[in-house]
């Protein structure tokens, strides 16, 4: 599954309705057993959440975008299909989430392609099930520095700490991931993913015990004055970096 949703792959809520249909057709679709997801921007995996989804917007449309973003990560996190992240560009916050939801992670080895949640350098926070994926992924100490300092990690310090599971040369992101995606399928589908289901079930049960509380949660801190004043920053930064 190649992303396309130029300049930068942002989840807008268009691109979430899109990645969830196609997603549902690929799981309904007996003859496939894994994806492979991967970016068609050059650079970019995902610059994450779309910022203008939640910047200037009212709070019913805030709400019916903060759902999609929670469908879209329990459905890649509870896919019963094998999912591998070829990640071949820069995946932030949302995108890096993205990433972590896979099964198995390999990273572009290009210094630009940094992986991380970087939300607190936005002036915004993780939400919990993004900072349980982390924790999950890289143990609770290594979360909680990267949380609150908002590390975007380079490959090197990605397959360090565990954000990655294989940094490779630029030019064989797709080629070891079909290798990895080879040895996944070897095993029994079933076995993997009752395996799978035992594994995640419980962190995305966090989540679907607390939908509603969650939306209403997120409504409420992203129409806070500060953290809307904190976007516009944001985006004035992004828009002056270009000069
Ligand atoms: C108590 C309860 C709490 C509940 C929780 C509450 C809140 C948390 C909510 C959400 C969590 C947030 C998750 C996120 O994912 S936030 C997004 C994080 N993303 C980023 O920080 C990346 C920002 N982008 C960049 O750094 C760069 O754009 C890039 C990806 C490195 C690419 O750089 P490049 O130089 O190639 O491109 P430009 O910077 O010129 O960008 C082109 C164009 O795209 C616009 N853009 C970039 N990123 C985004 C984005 N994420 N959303 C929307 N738009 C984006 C950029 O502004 C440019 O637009 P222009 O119109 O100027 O062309």
Redesign the pocket.
Known sequence: MKMRNP??N???LEFLTELLISLEKLENDKTFRGIIITSDCP??FS????????YGRDPAHCAEYWKA?QELWLRVYLSNLVVIGAING?S????C?LSLSCDYRVLANNPKYAIG???T??G?????W?KDVLVNTIGHRAAERALQLGFLFPPSDALQVGIVDQVVPEDQVQSTARSVMAQWLAIPDHARQLTKNLVRKPTADRLLQQRDA?IQ??V???SRDS?QKSLHV??EK??Q??G
Do not use: W
């Open positions: 300049p930068v942002s989840l807008s650079g970019i610059a994450g959440l779309d910022l203008l989804e939640m973003v820069i932030p916050a949302g995108g989430l949640l970087n939300e350098l936005l915004i926070i993780a939400p919990f993004f969650d949660n997120f409420r801190f992203i953290i944001y985006l992004l828009k970096k270009k």
